[in-house]
């Protein structure tokens, strides 16, 4: 428990003095690192759409299988439109999206910041002046912010696609029947619940992985430790996270 409070306190001061970083680059917008932030986002973002896709895909495909395997012994085969649209949107799509970066990305993450440590090179940043969370964390932070969504938006797209082919395929259902009844099983609200919790996932990911990153010592060791850490604490907070928002989103109806 000593340590999970650790964790906590360690978690709030990077927020914190991200939140910092962000209000003074604000006020002085050329020292934004549009170069850094942009790379960072075309390494997390763009390459990671097809295993993204490729998943979430599969994902789709085996929950519409699994449903009308079930829903045929009632003779209820369309209710997997329902299910699969609603499951996608709302949960799937982006708690698979935010496990995927977690592993990919904020490993990656954890293991550049510390592989930085332990040659110095973020002490050598203080030493010129530089303040090593605007310089290093926010480009990757802005760039997780940008690129969850759109992986999250692109996943469930996919997901939703491959669950429709397993529909055609396997249980008989039409793709003009499956996009009709897709219509009347979802609305915006569905859409936006899911696309709401990316960007808290993203940051979540980000701040964790940074955390991490920065506790790093001088042995090859301690990075593999706290690249594991990185990748269990961000998947169990995002697991957390979206268990919190279901709760929130049900006690006001959405």
């Not at 999206?97 to 930085?116: F, I, N």
């Not at 009347?184 to 955390?211: N, R, W």
Request: glycine share 10%; aromatic share 10%.
């Amino acid at each position: 428990m000593v340590e999970v409070g650790q964790d906590l306190v360690d978690f709030a001061r990077m927020l914190g003095e991200l939140i910092t970083v962000v209000v003074r680059v604000a006020s002085r917008p050329r020292t934004f690192r549009l170069t850094s932030t942009v790379n960072q986002l075309e390494r997390v973002g763009w390459r990671a759409v097809p295993i993204v896709l490729l998943i979430t895909f599969l994902i789709g495909s085996i929950l519409a299988q699994q449903g009308i395997f079930h829903f045929r012994k009632f003779g209820a085969d369309i209710y997997v439109i329902d299910m699969v649209g609603v499951l996608v949107l709302r949960e799937v799509g982006v708690i698979i999206v935010a496990v995927m970066v977690a592993g990919r990305s904020g490993s990656a993450y954890t293991a550049e910041l510390g592989s930085m440590r332990m040659r110095e090179e973020v002490d050598a940043l203080r030493t010129m002046g530089f303040d090593p969370t605007e310089v290093l964390i926010l480009p990757r932070i802005v760039a997780l912010l940008i690129a969850v969504p759109i992986l999250t938006f692109l996943g469930s797209m996919s997901a939703i696609y491959g669950g429709a082919l397993v529909a055609w395929g396997y249980g008989g259902i039409n793709p003009d029947v499956f996009l009709s009844r897709l219509k009347e099983a979802i609305s915006l609200d569905t859409f936006e619940v899911g696309m709401i919790k990316a960007p808290f996932m993203a940051l979540v990911i980000g701040i964790v992985a940074c955390v991490e990153g920065f506790k790093v010592e001088g042995s090859a060791e301690s990075l593999g430790l706290h690249t594991t850490a990185s990748v269990v604490k961000a998947i169990f907070l995002v697991i957390v996270f979206d268990g919190l928002f279901a709760m929130f989103f049900a006690s006001i109806g959405k």
